[in-house]
């Protein structure tokens, strides 16, 4: 009886050590997931990706095209989309603002001029602040956040920040920063691809291109150079524990924005954080995809489970000796 009472609190230590060793989170090694197309329309709608990713065992890439041609620049209206990475546990839509400290994320933005994307007038085409794309880490701030490789003394004078979707004059097409599909024609469609880099457990770096170009500060009054490039930013927010989301939010029209080709590559934190989509004003695609991230085994379980396997043995053993034993 006693050697069985023994190997009971024997299964028990050893159930609980193995818990105890077993790591709360793991990551995955470095893994691709593509998650499709999102369609936002509103008033506001966001959402996020099931999975979890962890800066912290590797870079985290997000690549997407945007889609602006569903934005509204008639007289009192205008709307903002996000893409981007945040902490487990923040909001889908400038999931801090005025401050940092929850992760990094595409803004759009375009110029408030009434009727902005309208066409050139023909025969006269000219360069025209369509469409604004930025870095954030704080809701509400501007290119002034940007501070890698250096601060720009002026932020405001800065290269691919700014696009065209239709023509520019041939004085301004000469341009060496001037790209055709890049930064002019481009239709309002732009490739983003952010990367993320961890570079403590609550800190990193992000740089952002735009349809291959990066971004840039000018700092010597010559427009045809670009100094400060490519261009990014540091941020704040959980590293281990971050979550990829989406949004838009507008006002004065019924908007809409498309992410088409989500594709993250990056370290899966298993098991997978879960995810929420919120979704507000309907009109959302949703990819069945988006929610269909698996998580690892409950090793943790599986141990208890053994542990409470091995105490019914023992109990079941001696309680058939004792009646063997009358």
Sequence with gaps: MKKLLVLSVLAVAVGLSLLAAMP??????????????????GGFQSGDLSSGWDLTACDLEIAATVDSNGLVDDAGTHAWSELGARA??????????????AGVWLATDYDWAVDTFGPDPVGSPTLDM???????????????????????????NNHRFWFDRDGVDPFQAAS???????????GGIYDVVIKMHSTAPTSGTAYMTINGLNQGFETDANWNTME?????????GDM????????????GATHSVVFRDITVT????????????????????????????SAAPPYAALILAAAAAAIAIAASAWYARRRWGR
Excluded: W
């Excluded at 709360?24 to 593509?34: F, L």
């Excluded at 487990?88 to 400290?101: A, D, I, K, Q, S």
């Excluded at 060496?176 to 481009?186: E, I, S």
């Excluded at 281990?240 to 006002?251: D, I, P, R, W």
């Design 228 to 236: 400060l490039s490519p261009a990014g930013m540091t941020f704040t």
């Design 176 to 186: 060496p920063l001037a790209v055709n599909g890049g930064t002019y024609n481009t």
């Design 240 to 251: 281990a524990q971050m979550q990829v989301f989406y949004g838009l939010y507008g006002y």
């Design 24 to 41: 709360s989170r793991a990551a995955s090694p470095p893994t691709t997931k593509h998650y499709g197309d999102v369609t936002l329309s």
């Design 266 to 293: 990056g370290c899966m934190v298993l098991p997978a954080v879960g995810g929420m989509v919120e979704l507000y004003g309907g009109g959302a695609s949703t990819p069945a995809a988006l929610q269909s991230d």
């Design 88 to 101: 487990v546990g923040y909001g889908n839509f400038n999931p801090t603002f005025g401050v940092e400290g």
């Design 130 to 156: 369509d469409d604004k794309l930025i870095l954030q880490k704080a809701g509400g701030h501007g290119e002034g956040d940007y501070n890698l490789p250096s601060t720009p003394p002026i932020p405001g």
